[in-house]
């Protein structure tokens, strides 16, 4: 069993649809990310929050909407996504990182399977 | 910058036979190395880590792994494959930012009965 627990597991919407993706950890990590990994392929970074603020956005477009309500929750809010966006969302989270060492291992939900019609 | 090659795509062993996925990796500062497994359907497990503490990692499941900076390899084995084990393989590289994970393209391993 995860300790990053990722709702739904799956997720069929149509193209003009808005869906959430909902993330928890309860690992009092303050460091949490979502990641895209299309099949074959590696997981590739959509969104950082650091203190439950939005520290990196991967150039992502703005049909996916992150937000982090508190420290155990992460939401990626979805509208009007393309076909291409059918992928497996994975959220992650981790201690932050204080000595800039990148030491501190990632751990990582299910994922949530999304496909879009 | 820092970044990984695996360098095979796909790995086929018997089991009961040795397991060797190789990863090679580059870095300007001391790295952070890391080697996930992903089952089908299912999130990335961390299987082992190596922080600039004992070269020679050992993680779960019977995997370790040795960090040789000459080389600049961390290559993942396990003495002897179990059916369980087939699963993409990835490994990961970090340096100074956290937020910065670099992915090898991963490695499939096949365990024939």
């Known amino acids: 069993d995860t300790e990053v627990t990722q709702t739904p597991k799956h997720l069929v919407m149509g193209m003009t649809n808005k869906k959430s993706l909902k993330c928890e950890q309860h690992?009092?990590?303050?460091?949490m990310y979502w990641y895209k990994q299309k099949a074959k392929k590696p997981p590739e970074l959509m969104f950082v929050?650091?203190?439950?603020?939005?520290?990196i956005n991967e150039s992502v477009p703005s049909r996916f909407s992150p937000e982090c309500p508190n420290s155990s929750l992460l939401n990626l809010h979805l509208h009007a996504l393309q076909p291409e966006d059918s992928a497996l969302y994975l959220c992650?989270?981790?201690?932050?990182?204080?000595?800039?060492?990148?030491?501190?291992?990632?751990?990582f939900g299910d994922g949530t399977r999304l496909s879009i019609l | 910058a820092q970044s990984v090659t695996q360098l095979d795509s796909h790995v086929s062993v018997s089991e009961g036979t040795p397991v060797l996925l190789r990863c090679n990796y580059s870095?300007?500062?001391?790295?952070?190395l890391f080697w996930y497994v992903q089952h089908p359907n299912k999130g990335l497990q961390l299987l082992l880590k190596?922080?600039?503490?004992?070269?020679l990692v050992k993680g779960i499941n019977g995997f370790e792994a040795e960090f040789k900076k000459s080389e600049t390899s961390f290559h993942l084995t396990k003495p002897s494959a179990h059916m369980s084990d087939a699963a993409e393989y990835f490994c990961?590289?970090?340096?100074?930012?956290?937020?910065?994970?670099?992915f090898g393209a991963g490695t499939r391993l096949t365990v024939k009965p």
């Open positions: 992650a989270s981790s201690q932050v990182d204080m000595g800039f060492r990148g030491n501190q291992p990632q751990h």
């Open positions: 690992m009092g990590h303050r460091a």
């Open positions: 929050y650091s203190y439950e603020k939005l520290s």
């Open positions: 870095s300007s500062y001391s790295p952070s």
């Open positions: 190596y922080t600039s503490a004992a070269t």
């Open positions: 990961v590289v970090t340096a100074y930012n956290n937020n910065d994970m670099r």
